[in-house]
């Protein structure tokens, strides 16, 4: 008796129906190498660029002008802070040699032009860098005036472009003994509204470091070079045991280092609040 079970792997006979279309494709994101829109779609097949979403180049517009325009007003507020610091030096340099010349005319205080973002202050056996960053930078969440209410409440103040204060000893450039260490004495945070952040060794006399009253001023900049001056005289340089100086190399004494190794003692930055390790004696 023939069976009366229909067969399961029988082709459906044709119909004169338009046929269903399948629908289309669309390749796995994660196999998609073109470009991708703001939805994480894709919007051209590996090779074949089109043109980027609008609200892409939205985007991009309001990055430019709120970031880029902040950034670019911090940067002149930051070289017109930087064109003030070395004029204030250089003022405070001439008083100092009318004070010294006097009692000894072989100690000088010299100011050094080296280029729009570096001028140095020689004193004595001492060096001090002044330098302008190129960049304008932020900091972590929780660093420095990152927390405080004024800078929270808006977002532009959360930039900044930096001046700082090397110290280094003076013999140490003029014999260019390239393995002599300098020591960030301190560095100046300016931001867009000209409001500034001073941190640095304790020997410089820090503001309560509140950003909201602290304004830039001729007086607030003198300040800051004359206790950079005052941590660099007040710290000797300390020569190394003579164990660790028994032996010397051939570079060592082609490039003048012969000279004792000496370090600066006694830095130490006024915003640590935990122990933090120790380079050549100094705290950071």
Do not use: C
Not at 43 to 55: F, I, L, M, N, R
Not at 228 to 240: E, F, G, H, S, T
């Amino acid at each position: 008796m023939p069976s009366t079970k229909s067969p399961t792997n029988l082709i459906p006979p044709a119909s004169d129906a338009e046929p269903t279309p399948l629908p289309e494709v669309v390749p796995a994101l994660e196999s998609h190498s073109g470009a991708m829109a703001t939805n994480q779609a894709p919007t051209a097949a590996p090779g074949s660029p089109v043109e980027a979403p609008a609200d892409r180049l939205d985007q991009i517009f309001e990055g430019l002008k709120q970031k880029s325009i902040a950034k670019q007003a911090i940067f002149r507020n930051t070289g017109a802070a930087f064109d003030l610091l070395r004029k204030v030096s250089q003022e405070l340099v001439v008083e100092l040699s009318r004070k010294l010349s006097p009692v000894d005319s072989s100690v000088l205080v010299e100011y050094r032009p080296v280029s729009d973002m570096e001028f140095h202050i020689k004193f004595s056996g001492d060096l001090l860098v002044f330098v302008m960053h190129s960049n304008i930078v932020t900091f972590p969440d929780d660093y420095g005036p990152m927390p405080s209410k004024y800078v929270e409440q808006d977002f532009r103040r959360r930039f900044f472009g930096h001046i700082m204060a090397y110290n280094f000893m003076a013999d140490s450039i003029k014999y260019q003994r390239l393995n002599d260490p300098g020591y960030l004495v301190g560095r100046l945070l300016i931001n867009i509204e000209n409001h500034y952040f001073l941190e640095g060794v304790q020997q410089l006399e820090l503001p309560d470091n509140d950003m909201a009253d602290n304004f830039l001023t001729p007086d607030m900049l003198r300040l800051f070079v004359e206790s950079a001056m005052i941590a660099a005289v007040n710290n000797d340089l300390i020569a190394p045991p003579m164990q660790d100086i028994q032996k010397i190399t051939v570079k060592q004494k082609l490039e003048n280092q012969q000279v004792s190794r000496g370090s600066k003692v006694g830095f130490s930055f006024s915003s640590e609040q935990k122990p933090q390790p120790s380079i050549d004696g100094l705290v950071y």
